[in-house]
């Protein structure tokens, strides 16, 4: 019997301190940064038009196929979010300068570009 409790007792451990690695290397990840400068990307709603969870209309942008909220500058920083040509209702492209933190992108600048007719 103290031999099963001793083997349940490492083998808790054991997975305990797996665990803890494990979060340590997600923690890790998320705390990279990758400047960004000059790119042309897709820039919408997050929730609207790029299908991201979140509570309300969001700006976000779409990176090299990901996409990221944005912190810095707002939805209706370029006009009504909701009418006919808004990001809720459209993708546009932007040309954008940051950097993505912490699975956010931080603007430093975004200009957007003409629709193409």
Do not use: W
């Amino acid at each position: 019997m103290k031999k099963l409790i001793f083997s349940l007792c490492i083998g808790f451990i054991s997975f305990a301190a797996n665990a803890q690695n494990t979060n340590q290397k997600n923690e890790t990840n998320a705390t990279e940064t990758k400047q960004i400068k000059n790119q042309t990307v897709e820039i919408a709603c997050g929730e609207c038009q790029f299908k991201m969870k979140g509570k309300s209309c969001d700006l976000a942008v779409k990176i090299d196929g990901k996409t990221y909220f944005v912190d810095g500058k707002g939805i209706d920083d370029f006009g009504d979010a909701h009418n006919e040509h808004g990001f809720c209702n459209a993708i546009s492209k932007a040309e954008i300068t940051g950097q993505i933190l912490n699975n956010r992108f931080k603007a430093s600048t975004i200009k957007l570009l003409p629709k193409n007719k």
